[in-house]
């Protein structure tokens, strides 16, 4: 049981280049969420899907799009990167419908700088 | 809408010490309330959390928080620190109606001092 896994761990992009994270969770949870942690700001919730086919913008969804591609993955895609997005990038999920009650499973962690 | 406040960034405690890291929300209804733990290098994992009943939860690795409506808190405590709970801890509410949004607190770094 892997849990929840990101790709790729590290990335270093140029200003207005495109690239897509990566999320997985093998929990068979129902609902998944991207986050962006930056110094001193604590974790912010940047999209989120409560099920398969559904997403919904978090606090800070700006700059980014993400796809529910199957109960198991959750992409987040950046179609111009600025300098302003460099930061670490969280994937989670949780069980049940998106409860505010449930418990979330936290990956790894992706760290992006953008130059 | 939520808030969490951390005071204070870095705590330090020596080994065996009482651990005592605050937290306080504002939520006009009535939350969620959890605490995580960030290892280094390592993703969230949840100490503990509140949702209703009992106000003194009790989680992982002896770590325990109350919940008291009166002052908005929900303290995290531990009797007795060991080197292993060297971390980063994050605090986080939720409110109990809609969608699963955690508002994150701004995170407090324990170091133990052997």
């Known amino acids: 049981n892997a849990g929840v896994t990101q790709t790729p761990k590290f990335q270093v992009l140029k200003t207005g280049q495109s690239m897509t994270l990566q999320c997985a969770q093998d929990m068979n949870h129902n609902s998944m969420y991207w986050y962006r942690q930056d110094p001193g700001m604590g974790l912010r919730l940047i999209y989120y899907s409560a099920s398969e086919g559904t997403t919904d913008k978090g606090e800070v969804p700006n700059g980014y799009n993400v796809s529910r591609l199957n109960k198991r993955e959750f992409s987040l895609r950046l179609e111009s990167a600025a300098p302003s997005q460099t930061s670490v990038y969280f994937c989670a999920s949780s069980d049940g419908p998106g409860l505010a009650v449930d418990t979330q499973y936290f990956g790894p962690g992706t760290r992006l700088t953008v130059l | 809408a939520q808030s969490v406040t951390q005071l204070g960034s870095h705590v330090s405690v020596s080994e065996g010490a009482l651990v005592l890291l605050r937290c306080n929300y504002s939520?006009?209804?009535?939350?969620?309330l959890f605490w995580y733990v960030q290892y280094p290098n390592q993703g969230l994992q949840l100490l503990l959390k509140y949702t209703t009943g009992a106000t003194l939860v009790k989680g992982i690795n002896g770590f325990e928080a109350e919940f008291k409506k009166s002052e908005t808190s929900f303290h995290l405590t531990k009797p007795s620190a060991h080197m292993s709970d060297a971390a980063e801890y994050f605090c986080?509410?939720?409110?109990?109606?809609?969608?699963?949004?955690?508002?994150f607190g701004t995170g407090t770094r324990l170091t133990v001092i052997p």
């Open positions: 986080a509410v939720s409110q109990q109606t809609g969608a699963n949004n955690l508002f």
């Open positions: 939520s006009s209804v009535p939350p969620y």
